[in-house]
């Protein structure tokens, strides 16, 4: 953000950075405060979180969302811990495994 802020950029932009920082989009100045800010505010993962519905807490072993009729879940979510992106083929792998699970558990 510090080199999008620069004297010589900013200068050509300056209409529009204070139209942004003014809606909350851009920091209002090159400080570590206000950067902080912004990244706080507006920033946010593309990648699905894994953990948020935890097997036995929020689905059952078949993969059945507790509390609701003909609700599975079948992908990252359902992992405890967070699958390494960096490995081949992960999280797909992991992810069509338990989409094949899942259709072989509603065929049942």
């Known amino acids: 953000m510090r080199i999008a802020r620069e004297q010589w950029l900013t200068a050509m932009l ?23 800010d912004v990244i706080g505010t507006q920033s946010f993962s593309f990648y ?4 948020t519905c935890v097997m036995g807490k929020v689905v059952d072993h ?3 969302v507790h509390g609701l ?10 992992m405890p811990t ?17 989409g094949r699970r899942c259709r072989r558990l509603r065929v049942r």
Do not use: F, M
């Open 69 to 78: 009729e003909n609700v599975r879940v079948a992908d990252t979510s359902i």
């Open 14 to 36: 300056q209409s529009d950075l204070r139209g942004a920082a003014d809606a909350g989009l851009a920091p209002l100045s090159d400080s570590d405060q206000d950067i902080d």
């Open 82 to 98: 967070l699958v390494n992106p960096l490995s081949p083929g992960e999280p797909c792998r992991s992810v069509k495994r338990s």
């Open 62 to 64: 078949e993969l059945r």
């Open 48 to 51: 699905h979180p894994s953990g």
